[in-house]
């Protein structure tokens, strides 16, 4: 049996479910209290403003991601390449999860609203591409490597023709191949 989510994680999931399903302008801490069955002093004792909800949307999923790619980085002995193999691996898990999904509709919604709640997920992609950028794989591989898994989990999340089964697999053995420890195709 799963432990059930803290009060905090269904508070936030309720904040995305509602942004996805009516849109950042019906993001209310009265909305996301009557979704969950939480008085607004018990949304507001976890989240004193609405833009703290937000913050906090955005914090989980890129402390979410980080923790996939150094779980990922950790099972791959091999170097050079490993950290960009585990982004590809962090952006492309096959079974993302709904809150996720709907953690990153809540952000998408909310940069309308206020761009400087980008600014600590920008901070942790500055600090993730500079990793690749030393990662030892050569040339720009790891650069093209990440933003193709990029566009990859775009197509993905936003339904942009994603790629069926047989053809994702195989962009994402060859996204392997780019990321292997020499570079470029290999045999």
Known sequence: MSPRPSKRSSLLRAAATVVAERGYSALTLDAVGAATGVSKGGVLYHFPTKEALVA?????????FEADQAAAHDADPIAPGAWTRAYVTASSAPTQDESEQLAVVALLAAVGYDPS?????????????????????????????RL????????DLF?????EAALRARILAR????????GGPRG
């Open 175 to 182: 996204l392997a191949e780019l990321a292997g420890p020499n």
């Open 117 to 145: 709640l980008l600014d600590p997920i920008q901070d942790r992609y500055r600090a993730w591409v500079e990793r690749l950028g030393d990662d030892g794989l050569p040339g720009v591989d790891a650069h093209v490597v």
């Open 56 to 64: 906090a949307l955005v914090e989980e999923l890129s402390s979410d």
């Open 159 to 163: 339904g942009l023709a994603p790629p």
């Open 148 to 155: 193709a898994a990029d566009g990859l989990w775009a197509a």
